[in-house]
């Protein structure tokens, strides 16, 4: 069975909420798979402040101890990743645009590429951005 995590980022479960639930109703159906929608707005997240400590000494020393790792280890657990957001001004949410930024180190770290969130084990994750 495989497993798709979706996150949304939409402040309330309406419209880009509806679009990924019924994505993901479609995947189900194929009977193979299995998945989860992670609302970001359940998440403490706190905007990256460009310190930089991330590429110096790794991921670990972010000063901040927010929602973001626990978030990271779901995106781990699954085969499949979906990014779902609201188009606000032609762009993703602000919350998702702060995740994504809290994920670049993970996804470009040069010198570090063992702890990329995006290669993990033996298989790259799937990953797919809806924005409606």
Request: net charge neutral; charged share 25%.
């Amino acid at each position: 069975m495989k497993r798709v995590v979706a996150l949304a980022g939409s402040a309330r479960a309406k419209h880009t909420h509806q679009a990924v639930s019924r994505f993901l109703e479609h995947l189900e159906a194929l009977g193979t798979v299995e998945s989860e929608i992670l609302m970001l707005n359940d998440y403490r997240l706190a905007p990256c402040l460009g310190c930089k400590l991330c590429f110096e000494k790794g991921e670990e020393a972010c000063p901040f101890k927010d929602d973001r790792d626990a978030l990271v280890e779901k995106l781990l657990a699954a085969d499949g990743v979906v990014f779902a957001s609201p188009s606000y001004m032609f762009r993703v949410r602000g919350l998702m645009k702060t995740f994504i930024d809290r994920l670049a180190f993970s996804a470009t770290a040069p010198g570090f590429p063992e702890a990329s969130w995006l290669e993990s084990g033996h298989h790259r994750r799937s990953l797919l951005t809806l924005v409606v």
